[in-house]
């Protein structure tokens, strides 16, 4: 459901589990059939590429049968409610199902509404865990333990799921997280989070171990937050000379998809310190290991992540 | 009709300073103290409370609820009169649906059934309603609730116009622009969430809109369901200097805050929504000082399938006919040493005078009344309610006091089983 949630020892168990799946799939002689027989259903009623087939593909390395169901296809533009939906796709047998919805809290209900296991793959502002995670691997991955790092998110957060669920996932393993951004997209409120709040992008990069970048999410946003693109740009994006500014070795994340020329320039986004292709990469382990360990789990003890 | 003697109860009518220890007798639906006669039911009332009728200043009439459930869950929670807010559905923005309602209630129900116009029609906020032949009609009140006119135009032209006909506008104090969005509290816990904000600023404008517009025409508003510690600011320091503004509060936010959304529980989704604890104190203040003249059910219901989908689709609105009471003797019994006084103000005296009906225990007038047990706790289930709706943010939750009986218009309307 959601990273708020996870203790650190479950975050760590979910990243281990991945390493060694990122490990074996490495390696054609290894077998990865853990879910052979389970049917795992993707329920993607919001637009989305690159964690629907991340999810797919990792349900498939595990041999599991994958069915996709995205919003356009679904009853729901029928008029069927979302838990009639989601009531159907339990009695047709799905032993998982991952859910992307643009309504924060949707995943939560349903769960409350069905039996079947819920993987929450993004809802609407709130969090998007599997997301949260395999950044958390992907820094892991690059500058080792996160305990005393400073990691700088920089963009949207007020819309962000992605920025929710890294800001409780990264404090959890001792990161020191700055959210940055104009004020609009930055409210100071979040600082009641146990994290930095910042308006001024130099003072936000100077000292970052990593810099994670958000896309402005126009679809969400009413046209006030600012003024343009273009002057978000000027103000707030990231290029090769602002880049200066940050640690040598500073990395830069970012999720998907990016917009080029808006919040990082194209040259940037290409260059040895973004670590961007890394982490689609490691969204196939990291969901492997989260598909692997709820199916485990719904045979077992607890119900959802 | 059968005849009651109440027998030693503590009798509180705050509208004539009646507050004492009696024996009061409906007979064939009309009061008399003192104990007479041996052909009627005797009932030990010690320890009890008999309070004037309480009347709503807030309430929605939706499905699945109708008249008569609406009537009854009314009546068990100590209300003789309520005042129902137009309807999205059917505005009651012309005579002839105000016509039809009165006529529907007079049948279907057993308390008195007030009717609210719309100020403007069909509660649109561009053309004003047609106010004059609304009050012909019989409606008490106009509300665009749970809307406001955006256009302070109209809205000025609309208190003016009222003004004529003395007719209570009630204004839900509303700016759309910065709360069209919001469905939660714009507050840690929106923000946790990721559910849009609806600022306590969307609020504060627009009562100090209405503040500036009274002061300015000399008219008189009533402000709706508060729920922002700025807006008791502003409505105090607005009183303090002689202008005309009443106001309410909802039994919810005198008893819970925004952290009832955790979970995203749709049951606590309220227009407007809950807030934080700094504004129920301040709210609690305001009412123990008299800043805050009424507090209301604000009971809307919802049929059980609206409210089962995601958060930010679901409608506002929970009921609280029946809970009301409850919830507001609970809180004010935590500050407040003896709340009755300040609850028959605020849920009966209060509102009555404001919506010009009549509210008291007297010899010789018909009973509109209800007795109460302060000493008693139940567990409020919604399934075992009056109300045919469910959508209650109190279910499972421990109740303080119980209303035993309720008379309307001399008729005793409900008695707990």
Redesign the interface.
């Known amino acids: 459901m959601s990273l708020?949630e996870l203790t650190s020892d479950e975050i760590e168990c979910i990243l281990r589990q991945a390493a060694k799946f990122k490990y074996e799939t490495s390696n054609p002689e290894c077998q990865t059939d853990y879910l052979k027989g389970k049917r795992v259903v993707n329920l993607f009623l919001e637009p989305s590429t690159r964690t629907r087939i991340a999810f797919e593909i990792a349900a498939k390395s595990l041999c599991a049968d994958v069915i996709s169901i995205s919003g356009k296809s679904s009853s729901l533009t029928k008029g069927e409610?979302?838990?009639d939906t989601a009531l159907n796709v339990q009695a047709l047998g799905a032993d998982l199902i991952v859910v992307r919805?643009s309504?924060?809290?949707?995943p939560?209900?349903l769960s409350r509404?069905i039996d079947v296991p819920i993987i929450n793959a993004g809802?609407?502002?709130?969090?998007h865990p599997s997301q949260g995670l395999l950044d958390i691997f992907t820094l892991r991955e690059n500058i080792g333990c996160l305990e005393g790092k400073k990691i700088t998110i920089l963009g949207d957060i007020?819309?962000s799921?992605v920025a929710?669920s890294n800001l409780w996932g990264l404090k959890k393993l001792g990161a020191e997280v700055t959210l940055a951004g104009p004020s609009t997209l930055v409210?100071r409120?979040?600082e009641?989070?146990g994290v930095q709040v910042s308006h001024d992008l130099r003072e936000s990069l100077v000292d970052a171990d990593a810099v994670m970048l958000l896309r402005i999410q126009h679809e969400r946003q009413?046209s006030s937050h600012f003024p343009s693109l273009s002057e978000y740009t000027k103000m707030f994006g990231l290029n090769a000379a602002r880049s200066k500014w940050m640690k040598p070795n500073a990395i830069i994340l970012h999720p998907g998809p990016i917009n080029r020329g808006v919040e990082i320039d194209s040259e940037l986004a290409d260059s040895k310190r973004a670590v961007i292709l890394d982490q689609v990469k490691n969204g196939i382990a990291v969901r492997m290991a989260i598909l692997y360990l709820c199916a485990q789990n719904s045979e077992g003890y607890s119900k959802n992540v | 009709m059968s005849n009651y003697c109440l027998k030693d109860a503590r009798v509180i009518d705050p509208s004539q300073n009646l507050d004492k220890t009696l024996d009061l007798t409906v007979a064939n639906g009309v009061i008399t103290f003192g104990s007479a006669g041996d052909s009627m039911e005797s009932i030990d009332c010690r320890g009890k409370i008999i309070m004037p009728g309480m009347i709503d200043i807030r309430g929605h009439l939706h499905e699945p609820e109708n008249l008569s459930s609406a009537s009854n869950a009314a009546a068990s929670g100590g209300y003789t009169t309520i005042l129902i807010m137009s309807n999205i559905g059917a505005p009651a923005d012309n005579a002839g649906i105000v016509h039809l309602m009165r006529e529907k209630a007079s049948k279907d129900s057993t308390i008195q059934i007030l009717q609210c116009g719309c100020l403007t029609k069909a509660s649109q906020g561009k053309v004003l309603a047609p106010l004059g032949s609304l009050k012909e009609a019989g409606v008490v009140a106009v509300s665009d609730c749970p809307s406001s006119p955006q256009n302070t135009e109209i809205f000025a032209r609309g208190l003016e116009y009222a003004s004529m006909f003395e007719l209570p506008v009630i204004e839900f104090p509303r700016d759309l622009a910065i709360s069209t969005?919001g469905v939660a509290h714009d507050?840690?816990f929106s923000?946790?969430?990721?559910?849009g904000g609806y600022p306590r600023m969307a609020e504060e404008l627009f009562v100090q809109r209405a503040i500036t517009v009274c002061k300015n025409l000399c008219t008189r508003i009533h402000l709706t369901s508060i729920s922002s510690a700025g807006s008791v600011e502003l409505i105090r320091e607005a009183k303090s200097k002689g202008i005309m503004v009443t106001a309410d509060t909802t039994a919810h936010h005198l008893a819970l805050t925004d952290e009832r959304l955790m979970?995203?529980n749709t049951n606590s989704k309220t227009m407007p929504p809950l807030r934080e604890e700094s504004d129920r104190l301040a709210i609690l203040e305001g009412i123990k000082d008299e800043t805050i003249d009424c507090i209301s059910s604000a009971h809307e219901p919802c049929q059980k399938?609206e409210k089962?989908?995601?958060?930010?689709?679901a409608p506002a609105g929970a009921i609280g006919y029946e809970t009301a009471l409850s919830v507001v003797f609970e809180q004010l019994s935590q500050s407040v040493k003896d709340p009755f006084p300040l609850i028959a103000k605020t849920m009966s005296l209060n509102p009555s005078r404001i919506l010009k009906v009549k509210s008291k225990i007297a010899e010789g007038k018909r009973a509109n009344l209800f007795v109460f047990d302060p000493s008693v706790s139940w567990t409020y289930k919604v399934d075992e309610g009056k109300s045919a709706a469910q959508n209650s943010p109190y279910e499972n939750m421990e109740m303080k006091g119980s209303v035993l009986m309720t008379f309307s218009n001399g008729e005793k309307v409900f008695s707990i089983s």
């Open positions: 708020e409610t979302l838990k919805h309504s924060p809290g949707s939560l209900f509404t809802d609407g502002a709130h969090e007020l819309f799921r929710r409210p409120q979040f009641e989070m009413s | 969005r507050g840690p923000l946790k969430m990721g559910i979970g995203y399938h089962e989908v995601e958060f930010d689709l």
